[in-house]
């Protein structure tokens, strides 16, 4: 049997339609170098998303290989339950020296979802066990269109009503507020003043009658990634961590797709100077290698755990392969290339390069919005761009777009009708030109044939 054959046989992949997939002939991956991939024929391929929005410095990174072997001649994997190891002590270290000043514990896990259920676990306890408890503040302030991850409650603050509604029976109560989608936005007023803007009024107005219930907001900073790559105006966080100053909510910053430079600066949160009370961070912080995540949270919270052992604070949570050793390891050498190869400062030409580039596609007939937030960017495609009528879901013109651009070799994958472009952040200005003229290519030739 084939390769090919045994794929279709025996994996069910994430988020597919497996009667699709089992219709075509599946694309197998076997090598990656750089910011390309190679399948099992040897064709290759830019990795127009980063192996989804993982990989930071390249496939095969010299250094990334190193620290993983070297931790391999050491130990493979040793538990963080009660026993403690080198990799993930110089790493917290690292890593709370890097994060938003205040935040001063660590608490690790293993990818994006467990990240987010600790943060919702550790808020909601906080409040009972804070020396004042509050009790009552149980429930949570999310957004719509937000995505957290796949377990059951990330999927409660989720917004995505294609991937959450099925579940909602399932799941605790959430009050979700509007993110602002300013391409879509009704209102005809500006929001130069972000502070009187709608989407911050009616956001004060929710949180105002609610607050005394609510325990924590969950945001995705700057940018709502699986939701579209829908891009916040300047200055909403801030006021969002006004408004969570105000009533006494604590913020919830789900970096998991905006961390390790993504945005173009280490964290998203920097850009507005917005300290959460708990960060969540996973997928870049191994540099794109290996599962890792981690929940930090301020002084005051990780205090309110604090107690005799019959007080019963503890908290009581953690993952098999918390804190690997070996990701630890990775994630150690990620932040060393960060420093050695001045990633941040080489970025800012590359993001000003993207954007300029992107600019052309605005004269395609169908593509609405253009979105850029670093190296986040997704182009909206629209029926019409006049009117801003969507595509029907069923015309799966993403996906269509997305097989044309793979026949042109770049692997990219669409959010509905966006399409969604997120290179390694060590793509260079050639590379970045190059994928753009294959999307280019395959958004003319698709919406032109339908
Ligand atoms: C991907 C993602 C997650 C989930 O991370 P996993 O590692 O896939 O569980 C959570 N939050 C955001 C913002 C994400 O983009």
């Known amino acids: 049997?084939?390769?090919?054959?045994?794929?279709?046989?025996?994996?069910?992949?994430?988020?597919?339609q497996m009667k699709d997939y089992c219709s075509e002939v599946p694309l197998i991956i076997e090598k990656g170098k750089g910011v390309y991939l190679y399948d099992i024929y040897g064709n290759k391929y830019i990795d127009g998303v980063s192996s989804l929005w993982l990989t930071v410095h390249g496939h095969q990174k010299k250094e990334l290989n190193d620290a993983f072997?070297?931790?391999l001649k050491k130990i493979a994997h040793s538990t963080l339950l009660g026993l403690s190891h080198p990799a993930a002590i110089e790493l917290a270290e690292k890593l709370i020296n890097i994060a938003p000043k205040g935040l001063t514990k660590l608490f690790y896990s293993d990818n994006g979802a467990t990240s987010v259920e600790i943060a919702l676990k550790i808020a909601f306890q906080y409040w009972k066990q804070k020396a004042d408890p509050e009790p009552k503040k149980k429930n949570f302030i999310a957004f719509k269109n937000a995505y957290h991850g796949d377990t059951v409650g990330a999927v409660s603050v989720?917004?995505?009503?294609l991937f959450h509604q099925c579940y909602r029976s399932l799941l605790f109560k959430t009050i979700f507020a509007e993110y602002p989608y300013c391409y879509r936005c009704k209102e005809k007023h500006n929001c130069k003043n972000i502070n009187k803007s709608r989407c911050v009024n009616k956001l004060e107005i929710l949180i105002k009658k609610n607050h005394n219930?609510?325990?924590?907001?969950?945001i995705e900073p700057l940018i709502q990634g699986a939701g579209g790559m829908i891009v916040a105006p300047p200055g909403f966080l801030d006021e969002v961590r006004r408004l969570c100053d105000k009533y006494n909510i604590l913020l919830i910053a789900d970096e998991v797709a905006t961390g390790f430079g993504r945005t173009g600066t280490m964290f998203a949160c920097e850009r507005e100077n917005v300290i959460p009370d708990i960060m969540c961070i996973a997928k870049g912080i191994t540099g794109g290698y290996i599962p890792l995540a981690a929940t930090l949270v301020k002084e005051n919270i990780y205090k309110a755990f604090l107690g005799d052992y019959k007080e019963m604070k503890t908290f009581f949570h953690g993952h098999s392969y918390t804190g690997n050793p070996i990701g630890c390891a990775v994630a150690l050498a990620n932040l060393k290339i960060f420093k050695k190869e001045e990633t941040l400062k080489r970025l800012i030409p590359k993001i000003e390069y993207f954007k300029n580039n992107l600019e052309k596609f605005i004269?395609?007939?169908?593509?609405?919005?253009?979105?850029q937030c670093g190296m986040m960017v997704g182009l909206e495609l629209v029926k019409n761009k006049r009117t801003k009528v969507p595509y029907l879901w069923d015309e799966k013109i993403g996906i269509k777009v997305t097989k044309e651009a793979r026949k042109n070799g770049l692997i990219i994958r669409p959010l509905g009708n966006v399409i969604v472009l997120m290179p390694p952040l060590s793509i260079l200005k050639n590379e970045i030109k190059a994928m753009l003229d294959i999307v280019h290519k395959a958004i003319k030739k698709v919406t032109e044939e339908i």
């Open 363 to 371: 004269e395609l007939e169908h593509v609405g919005d253009i979105r």
């Open 69 to 71: 072997r070297s931790q």
């Open 213 to 218: 219930k609510i325990a924590g907001l969950i």
């Open 1 to 16: 049997m084939s390769l090919e054959e045994k794929d279709k046989k025996y994996i069910w992949h994430p988020f597919t």
């Open 158 to 161: 989720g917004g995505i009503g």
